[in-house]
Protein backbone atom coordinates (compact mmCIF):
# COMPACT_ATOMS: atom_id res chain seq x y z
CA UNK A 1 0.00 0.00 0.00
CA UNK A 2 1.64 3.18 -0.91
CA UNK A 3 1.50 6.18 0.72
CA UNK A 4 2.50 10.03 0.15
CA UNK A 5 3.83 10.88 3.67
CA UNK A 6 3.14 8.33 6.21
CA UNK A 7 4.75 6.09 8.65
CA UNK A 8 3.45 3.59 10.86
CA UNK A 9 0.54 1.32 10.50
CA UNK A 10 -3.36 1.55 10.96
CA UNK A 11 -5.95 -1.23 10.71
CA UNK A 12 -9.86 -0.88 10.42
CA UNK A 13 -12.43 -3.35 12.43
CA UNK A 14 -15.80 -4.14 12.96
CA UNK A 15 -15.43 -5.28 15.97
CA UNK A 16 -12.73 -7.89 15.30
CA UNK A 17 -13.50 -8.78 12.39
CA UNK A 18 -10.66 -6.98 9.71
CA UNK A 19 -12.05 -4.51 7.18
CA UNK A 20 -8.85 -2.76 5.89
CA UNK A 21 -4.89 -2.47 7.57
CA UNK A 22 -1.85 -1.48 6.01
CA UNK A 23 1.51 0.18 7.14
CA UNK A 24 4.32 2.39 5.22
CA UNK A 25 8.18 3.59 6.07
CA UNK A 26 9.98 2.07 8.86
CA UNK A 27 10.01 1.02 12.19
CA UNK A 28 13.61 0.72 12.81
CA UNK A 29 15.49 2.86 10.74
CA UNK A 30 19.40 1.95 11.34
CA UNK A 31 18.41 -1.72 10.74
CA UNK A 32 16.02 -0.77 8.28
CA UNK A 33 12.85 -3.16 9.64
CA UNK A 34 9.20 -2.13 7.61
CA UNK A 35 6.40 -0.88 9.76
CA UNK A 36 4.29 -4.07 10.28
CA UNK A 37 0.93 -4.12 11.76
CA UNK A 38 1.99 -7.39 13.96
CA UNK A 39 4.30 -4.91 16.23
CA UNK A 40 3.28 -2.65 19.20
CA UNK A 41 3.33 1.01 19.27
CA UNK A 42 3.30 3.95 21.48
CA UNK A 43 0.06 5.33 22.32
CA UNK A 44 1.17 8.48 24.29
CA UNK A 45 -1.91 10.12 26.33
CA UNK A 46 -3.94 7.27 24.53
CA UNK A 47 -2.35 5.31 27.49
CA UNK A 48 -5.07 7.63 29.72
CA UNK A 49 -8.02 4.97 28.05
CA UNK A 50 -6.17 2.35 29.72
CA UNK A 51 -5.78 3.60 33.41
CA UNK A 52 -9.66 5.26 33.20
CA UNK A 53 -10.53 1.14 32.72
CA UNK A 54 -7.92 -0.07 35.69
CA UNK A 55 -9.74 2.60 37.77
CA UNK A 56 -13.07 1.83 36.52
CA UNK A 57 -12.24 -1.96 37.33
CA UNK A 58 -11.24 -0.88 40.95
CA UNK A 59 -14.47 0.55 41.08
CA UNK A 60 -16.38 -1.94 39.97
CA UNK A 61 -14.87 -4.80 42.42
CA UNK A 62 -15.58 -1.57 45.30
CA UNK A 63 -12.38 -1.41 46.37
CA UNK A 64 -12.53 2.00 45.47
CA UNK A 65 -15.69 4.87 44.76
CA UNK A 66 -15.23 7.49 42.29
CA UNK A 67 -16.33 10.64 45.05
CA UNK A 68 -13.20 9.57 47.16
CA UNK A 69 -10.86 11.80 48.22
CA UNK A 70 -7.43 10.95 46.78
CA UNK A 71 -5.44 12.69 49.07
CA UNK A 72 -7.00 10.37 51.94
CA UNK A 73 -6.17 7.35 49.67
CA UNK A 74 -2.35 8.10 49.07
CA UNK A 75 -1.43 9.08 52.80
CA UNK A 76 -3.12 5.94 54.77
CA UNK A 77 -1.26 3.84 52.22
CA UNK A 78 1.93 2.10 53.54
CA UNK A 79 5.23 4.53 53.26
CA UNK A 80 3.01 7.23 52.12
CA UNK A 81 5.12 9.59 53.75
CA UNK A 82 8.61 8.24 52.16
CA UNK A 83 6.86 8.12 48.63
CA UNK A 84 4.93 10.89 48.29
CA UNK A 85 5.89 13.75 50.84
CA UNK A 86 3.19 15.78 52.74
CA UNK A 87 1.38 16.43 49.71
CA UNK A 88 0.31 20.03 50.55
CA UNK A 89 0.26 20.71 47.21
CA UNK A 90 -3.09 18.17 47.08
CA UNK A 91 -5.99 19.44 47.50
CA UNK A 92 -8.33 17.18 49.87
CA UNK A 93 -11.38 18.27 47.48
CA UNK A 94 -9.74 16.31 44.38
CA UNK A 95 -11.72 13.33 43.86
CA UNK A 96 -11.34 10.00 41.31
CA UNK A 97 -13.74 11.39 39.71
CA UNK A 98 -12.44 14.59 39.10
CA UNK A 99 -8.94 13.44 38.22
CA UNK A 100 -10.67 11.24 35.02
CA UNK A 101 -12.66 13.80 33.73
CA UNK A 102 -9.53 16.79 33.98
CA UNK A 103 -11.90 19.21 36.48
CA UNK A 104 -9.75 18.78 39.80
CA UNK A 105 -7.44 22.10 39.14
CA UNK A 106 -4.34 19.00 39.58
CA UNK A 107 -1.94 21.11 37.37
CA UNK A 108 0.01 19.70 34.54
CA UNK A 109 3.36 18.68 35.26
CA UNK A 110 3.59 19.02 31.25
CA UNK A 111 1.77 22.12 31.10
CA UNK A 112 2.53 22.95 27.39
CA UNK A 113 1.61 27.09 28.28
CA UNK A 114 4.87 26.84 30.58
CA UNK A 115 7.28 24.13 28.67
CA UNK A 116 7.80 23.77 25.15
CA UNK A 117 8.45 20.13 25.22
CA UNK A 118 8.89 17.17 27.63
CA UNK A 119 12.71 17.58 28.32
CA UNK A 120 12.27 20.93 29.59
CA UNK A 121 9.50 20.28 32.36
CA UNK A 122 12.41 17.60 33.53
CA UNK A 123 14.60 20.91 35.05
CA UNK A 124 17.80 19.05 33.59
CA UNK A 125 17.21 15.67 34.96
CA UNK A 126 17.46 12.65 32.46
CA UNK A 127 13.97 10.78 31.18
CA UNK A 128 15.44 7.60 33.16
CA UNK A 129 14.84 8.95 36.43
CA UNK A 130 11.19 9.12 35.96
CA UNK A 131 9.62 5.32 36.69
CA UNK A 132 6.64 5.58 39.12
CA UNK A 133 3.99 7.48 39.76
CA UNK A 134 5.59 9.79 42.74
CA UNK A 135 8.84 10.55 40.27
CA UNK A 136 6.42 12.95 38.81
CA UNK A 137 5.21 14.55 42.27
CA UNK A 138 7.69 16.86 42.39
CA UNK A 139 6.88 17.93 38.55
CA UNK A 140 3.74 18.61 39.57
CA UNK A 141 4.26 20.67 42.99
CA UNK A 142 6.58 22.79 41.08
CA UNK A 143 4.27 23.75 38.51
CA UNK A 144 1.39 24.29 41.65
CA UNK A 145 3.82 26.72 43.75
CA UNK A 146 3.90 28.80 40.10
CA UNK A 147 0.33 29.44 40.15
CA UNK A 148 -0.80 32.69 40.74
CA UNK A 149 -4.05 30.72 42.10
CA UNK A 150 -3.98 27.03 42.76
CA UNK A 151 -6.83 24.92 41.78
CA UNK A 152 -8.67 28.48 40.02
CA UNK A 153 -9.81 25.70 37.19
CA UNK A 154 -11.49 23.35 39.23
CA UNK A 155 -14.51 22.44 38.58
CA UNK A 156 -13.58 22.88 34.32
CA UNK A 157 -12.16 20.97 32.48
CA UNK A 158 -8.44 21.61 32.35
CA UNK A 159 -6.19 18.64 30.60
CA UNK A 160 -3.50 17.57 33.20
CA UNK A 161 -1.34 14.96 33.01
CA UNK A 162 -0.38 15.25 36.34
CA UNK A 163 -4.06 14.05 37.30
CA UNK A 164 -3.70 10.55 35.59
CA UNK A 165 0.00 10.23 37.24
CA UNK A 166 -2.37 10.43 40.32
CA UNK A 167 -4.79 7.84 39.10
CA UNK A 168 -1.34 5.59 38.53
CA UNK A 169 -0.66 5.79 42.38
CA UNK A 170 -4.20 5.09 43.69
CA UNK A 171 -3.95 2.04 41.72
CA UNK A 172 -0.54 1.03 43.26
CA UNK A 173 -1.70 2.40 47.18
CA UNK A 174 -5.16 0.57 46.92
CA UNK A 175 -3.71 -2.84 45.16
CA UNK A 176 -0.22 -2.83 46.25
CA UNK A 177 1.02 -3.95 42.58
CA UNK A 178 3.43 -1.40 40.57
CA UNK A 179 0.75 0.22 38.30
CA UNK A 180 2.14 -1.25 35.32
CA UNK A 181 2.07 -4.91 36.46
CA UNK A 182 -1.71 -4.12 37.49
CA UNK A 183 -2.72 -2.66 34.12
CA UNK A 184 -0.84 -5.62 32.58
CA UNK A 185 -2.53 -8.14 34.49
CA UNK A 186 -6.05 -6.56 34.86
CA UNK A 187 -6.81 -4.56 31.65
CA UNK A 188 -4.29 -6.29 28.94
CA UNK A 189 -4.40 -9.59 30.27
CA UNK A 190 -8.38 -9.50 30.85
CA UNK A 191 -9.23 -7.89 27.78
CA UNK A 192 -7.25 -9.85 25.33
CA UNK A 193 -4.55 -7.48 24.69
CA UNK A 194 -1.45 -9.98 24.39
CA UNK A 195 1.25 -7.47 22.70
CA UNK A 196 0.07 -4.54 24.80
CA UNK A 197 2.09 -3.42 27.81
CA UNK A 198 4.86 -0.95 29.61
CA UNK A 199 8.23 -1.68 27.93
CA UNK A 200 10.88 0.57 29.04
CA UNK A 201 12.90 1.85 26.40
CA UNK A 202 16.67 0.87 27.95
CA UNK A 203 15.33 -2.59 27.81
CA UNK A 204 14.40 -5.35 24.78
CA UNK A 205 11.10 -5.70 24.88
CA UNK A 206 8.91 -9.09 26.46
CA UNK A 207 9.49 -12.33 23.53
CA UNK A 208 6.80 -12.18 20.89
CA UNK A 209 6.99 -8.33 21.47
CA UNK A 210 8.55 -6.01 18.58
CA UNK A 211 8.49 -2.44 19.80
CA UNK A 212 8.26 0.37 17.16
CA UNK A 213 10.60 3.17 17.03
CA UNK A 214 9.69 6.57 17.42
CA UNK A 215 11.70 9.24 15.79
CA UNK A 216 11.62 13.02 15.91
CA UNK A 217 11.31 15.70 13.37
CA UNK A 218 15.17 16.09 13.88
CA UNK A 219 15.35 12.63 12.80
CA UNK A 220 16.41 11.18 15.70
CA UNK A 221 14.90 8.63 18.08
CA UNK A 222 12.68 9.80 20.96
CA UNK A 223 14.37 7.70 23.46
CA UNK A 224 15.54 10.43 25.56
CA UNK A 225 12.22 12.69 24.64
CA UNK A 226 10.01 10.65 26.37
CA UNK A 227 9.62 8.83 30.05
CA UNK A 228 11.82 5.64 30.05
CA UNK A 229 8.75 3.95 30.68
CA UNK A 230 5.18 4.73 30.05
CA UNK A 231 2.90 5.25 33.23
CA UNK A 232 -0.84 6.56 33.86
CA UNK A 233 -0.84 9.43 31.55
CA UNK A 234 0.92 7.92 28.47
CA UNK A 235 3.44 5.97 27.12
CA UNK A 236 2.05 2.28 26.82
CA UNK A 237 2.41 0.50 23.85
CA UNK A 238 0.24 -1.54 21.86
CA UNK A 239 -1.48 -3.13 18.37
CA UNK A 240 -4.03 -2.24 15.91
CA UNK A 241 -5.64 -5.57 16.93
CA UNK A 242 -5.07 -5.17 20.31
CA UNK A 243 -7.45 -1.92 20.77
CA UNK A 244 -10.30 -3.42 18.41
CA UNK A 245 -10.31 -6.19 21.21
CA UNK A 246 -9.91 -3.18 23.71
CA UNK A 247 -13.12 -1.50 22.39
CA UNK A 248 -15.06 -4.54 22.18
CA UNK A 249 -14.41 -5.95 25.56
CA UNK A 250 -15.20 -2.58 27.04
CA UNK A 251 -18.41 -1.75 25.03
CA UNK A 252 -21.56 -1.82 27.36
CA UNK A 253 -23.77 -3.15 24.75
CA UNK A 254 -21.64 -6.29 23.82
CA UNK A 255 -21.29 -6.95 27.69
CA UNK A 256 -24.02 -5.95 29.43
CA UNK A 257 -23.30 -8.88 32.19
CA UNK A 258 -20.18 -7.03 33.09
CA UNK A 259 -20.04 -5.05 36.63
CA UNK A 260 -18.28 -2.90 34.60
CA UNK A 261 -20.91 -2.36 32.12
CA UNK A 262 -22.68 0.61 33.65
CA UNK A 263 -19.70 2.51 34.56
CA UNK A 264 -17.73 2.17 30.78
CA UNK A 265 -21.38 3.56 29.94
CA UNK A 266 -20.70 6.44 32.41
CA UNK A 267 -17.02 7.17 30.99
CA UNK A 268 -18.21 6.91 27.15
CA UNK A 269 -20.65 9.72 28.29
CA UNK A 270 -20.51 13.23 26.99
CA UNK A 271 -19.96 15.41 30.28
CA UNK A 272 -17.75 18.26 29.09
CA UNK A 273 -16.33 20.17 26.39
CA UNK A 274 -12.96 20.31 25.53
CA UNK A 275 -10.52 21.13 22.73
CA UNK A 276 -10.64 18.24 20.75
CA UNK A 277 -14.33 17.02 21.79
CA UNK A 278 -16.26 15.73 24.01
CA UNK A 279 -15.36 14.42 27.24
CA UNK A 280 -16.19 11.86 29.87
CA UNK A 281 -14.32 9.80 32.46
CA UNK A 282 -10.96 9.49 30.62
CA UNK A 283 -12.24 9.16 27.22
CA UNK A 284 -12.85 11.53 24.40
CA UNK A 285 -16.42 11.55 21.94
CA UNK A 286 -16.49 13.06 18.61
CA UNK A 287 -18.48 16.80 18.85
CA UNK A 288 -20.48 15.59 15.38
CA UNK A 289 -20.88 11.88 16.53
CA UNK A 290 -20.96 11.61 20.28
CA UNK A 291 -21.51 7.45 20.12
CA UNK A 292 -17.76 7.81 18.15
CA UNK A 293 -15.61 7.43 21.50
CA UNK A 294 -11.83 7.86 20.98
CA UNK A 295 -8.26 8.29 22.14
CA UNK A 296 -5.56 10.13 20.93
CA UNK A 297 -2.00 11.11 21.96
CA UNK A 298 0.84 12.97 20.58
CA UNK A 299 4.28 12.63 21.89
CA UNK A 300 8.19 13.12 20.64
CA UNK A 301 7.83 10.57 17.60
CA UNK A 302 4.10 9.35 18.57
CA UNK A 303 0.78 10.17 17.04
CA UNK A 304 -1.84 7.99 18.36
CA UNK A 305 -5.47 7.60 17.39
CA UNK A 306 -8.53 5.11 17.76
CA UNK A 307 -11.64 5.76 17.31
CA UNK A 308 -14.82 3.31 18.05
CA UNK A 309 -18.03 3.61 16.83
CA UNK A 310 -20.95 2.45 19.16
CA UNK A 311 -23.34 2.27 16.22
CA UNK A 312 -21.42 0.42 13.63
CA UNK A 313 -18.98 -1.50 15.68
CA UNK A 314 -16.63 -0.27 13.80
CA UNK A 315 -13.18 0.84 15.01
CA UNK A 316 -9.99 2.53 13.17
CA UNK A 317 -6.99 3.00 15.04
CA UNK A 318 -3.68 4.71 13.20
CA UNK A 319 -0.06 4.41 15.10
CA UNK A 320 2.18 6.96 13.62
CA UNK A 321 6.03 6.39 14.62
CA UNK A 322 7.65 9.87 12.76
CA UNK A 323 7.10 13.18 13.09
CA UNK A 324 7.99 14.00 9.76
CA UNK A 325 4.91 12.84 8.50
CA UNK A 326 1.39 12.90 9.10
CA UNK A 327 -1.81 10.47 9.24
CA UNK A 328 -3.74 12.86 6.84
CA UNK A 329 -4.33 10.01 4.46
CA UNK A 330 -5.33 7.81 6.91
CA UNK A 331 -8.10 9.63 8.03
CA UNK A 332 -9.35 10.91 4.41
CA UNK A 333 -9.36 7.59 3.33
CA UNK A 334 -10.35 5.50 6.08
CA UNK A 335 -12.26 7.86 8.74
CA UNK A 336 -15.61 7.80 6.62
CA UNK A 337 -15.83 3.94 7.09
CA UNK A 338 -16.24 4.45 10.89
CA UNK A 339 -18.93 6.36 10.46
Known sequence: MNFKNFSGVFALYERTKLIENGSADFADKNFSIKNNTDFSYATASGT???????????????????????????????????????????????????????????????????????????????????EKPEDFFPLTEAVWKKQKTPYSSAGNFKYSNGGFVILAAVVEAVTGSAFSDYVSKNVFAKLEMHKSGFFRLDEAPPAGIVRATGYQTNGRSNVYGVPVIGGGDGGAFTTVFDMANFWNKL?????????????????????????????????????????????????????????????????????????????????????????
Not at 315 to 322: E, K, Q, R, V, Y
Open 48 to 130: KGFTAAAILMLVAEKRLSLDSSVKQILLKSDGAVQKYGSLEWLSDAVTIRSLLSHTSGVPDYFDEEIFDDFEGCLHGNANYHY
Open 251 to 339: DPELNPQSALAPLIEEAWKPQLKGDDGLYGLGFWMRHENPRIVFLEGFDPGVQFFSFYNRGTKRSLTICLNDEQTNCNEIFEKYYNIVE
